[in-house]
């Protein structure tokens, strides 16, 4: 088996914060797993040519992937392929490729330019294609697999909380998808809704499920320093996630607002960890229209693992009142650092949790204002909490996901 991973998204999020969101760290941990699994020629990474650059820049700061080869669609780079190096081919240097199209999509003229030949070098050795997000590649000699990771299908079903450019991408990754093409997906709630939704057969989706990242346990940063900068106390609430709609940050702040007013929680901050995203300004908005809630409430923007890490383990409480997630990874994540979990009760949610966690309706206020407080001033229901925490995050790890694609690979 010879697997080529585009690894596109993992060039982006090494330059750009603001990509390091879910399906970067699934990616990234990904590749890692399928790393230690995979032999030296076994595995290597995919990208545009001018996105390899920064893939480059990536696999240097991951020591444990910077022997594996970079592999690149006609360009204008010479990037070693899977058994030797590709020609230099002048002409083009990739600027303009689409910009949906700039992860793996070789561009429409491709073969017209260089041949069929020159197109299907490009996979030459290639057993398996794996893309984790972008649209699968138009040009693949017969016989290699080609496999596509769905995480949701948001965009068809909650389609305002996503942007235009979002919607318009899946749709050209669902394009790109043929009849024999395998499918990986996050959840079994994933699943279903991608055979409701798209009319796929179940029997060539995979359910893989995702895991805590790998690192970010690994080393955290100094607490007392952390506290200080942020400004925190003994007690806090932390949320982890883009600023965008889908994740229902008002509905928190709401119910944040009304336990402001209990003096028996006078103490308590909410510490909001993930870039700002699409319409992320109503969540400022609620800030100023709440004057009182401004030294109580910290937006820390995007944090390096080491950061993440600390704040996992000195939270009081992880809240996620998403109103959609194919998987959840914050959750996964809060289950591996033992944290008592309040969760909406929709999507993929339930099924990630199991029986951890308080699970709340992401619409009902009053709901999660009891919840939240209940965590916050019952010791005993806090350490039972925590407890079913550590049990459920046993059940998700970077090698099972590994060994569940690599079935995929074989099914």
């Known amino acids: 088996m010879r697997v080529l991973m585009d690894a596109a998204i993992a060039g982006w999020g090494h330059i750009n914060p603001v990509e390091r969101a879910g399906i970067y760290h699934a990616t990234v941990n990904l590749l890692t797993a399928l790393n230690q699994q995979l032999g030296p020629n076994e595995l ?13 820049r990536f696999m240097a700061s991951h020591p444990n992937l910077a022997q594996r080869p970079l592999l690149t669609n006609p360009g204008g780079w010479a990037v070693p392929g899977l058994q030797a190096g590709l020609p230099q081919n002048q002409g083009c240097n990739g ?6 199209c700039k992860a793996t999509q070789l561009p429409w003229w491709a073969e017209l330019v260089w041949g069929q ?18 649209p699968l590649p138009a040009h693949t000699p017969p016989g290699m697999k080609r496999v596509l990771t769905v995480h949701d299908v948001v965009w068809l079903e909650l389609p305002s909380t996503c942007t235009a450019q979002t919607r318009w991408r899946m749709k050209a990754t669902m394009a790109s998808v043929r009849p024999d093409d395998t499918i990986c997906t996050v959840s079994e709630f994933s699943k279903g809704r991608l055979v409701a939704r798209l009319g796929w057969e179940a029997d060539r989706i995979h359910v893989t499920p995702l895991a805590p990242s790998l690192h970010t346990f690994d080393e955290a940063a100094d607490w007392p320093e952390l506290s200080r900068r942020l400004n925190l106390n003994d007690r ?8 965008e709609p889908r994740k229902n940050l008002e509905l928190l702040l709401s119910t944040f607002s009304l336990l402001c007013k209990q003096k028996s929680l006078a103490d308590v901050k909410l510490v909001c960890v993930g870039a700002a995203g699409w319409k992320h300004t109503p969540v400022y908005d609620f800030l100023r229209n709440h004057p009182g809630m401004a030294d109580r ?25 998403s109103l959609y997630e194919g998987f959840g ?26 029986e951890a966690g308080l699970q709340v309706s992401p619409t009902k206020l009053n709901d999660w204002v009891e919840a939240l407080q209940l965590v916050l001033t019952d010791a ?8 079913l925490s550590r049990q459920r995050a046993e059940h998700f790890s970077w090698e ?3 060994w569940a694609t690599l079935a995929a690979y074989q099914g």
């Open 44 to 56: 290597a990474l995919y990208s545009t040519a001018w996105v390899a650059p920064w893939v480059r």
């Open 95 to 100: 600027q303009s490729l689409p910009l949906w």
């Open 117 to 134: 030949d020159l197109v299907d070098k490009a996979f030459e050795g290639v057993t398996v294609f794996h893309s984790p997000i972008y």
């Open 236 to 243: 806090f609430i932390l949320t982890v996630g883009t600023l």
């Open 297 to 321: 409430v910290v937006f820390t923007g995007y944090l390096p693992d080491a950061e993440l890490a600390a704040l996992y383990a000195h939270a009081s409480v992880f809240a996620y009142p």
């Open 329 to 354: 990874l914050p959750l996964a994540e809060a289950m591996a650092a033992g944290l008592p979990i309040v969760s909406s009760n929709r999507t993929a949610m339930p099924e990630v949790l199991g």
């Open 380 to 387: 005993t229901e806090q350490d039972r909490l925590r407890g």
């Open 400 to 402: 099972k996901t590994a």
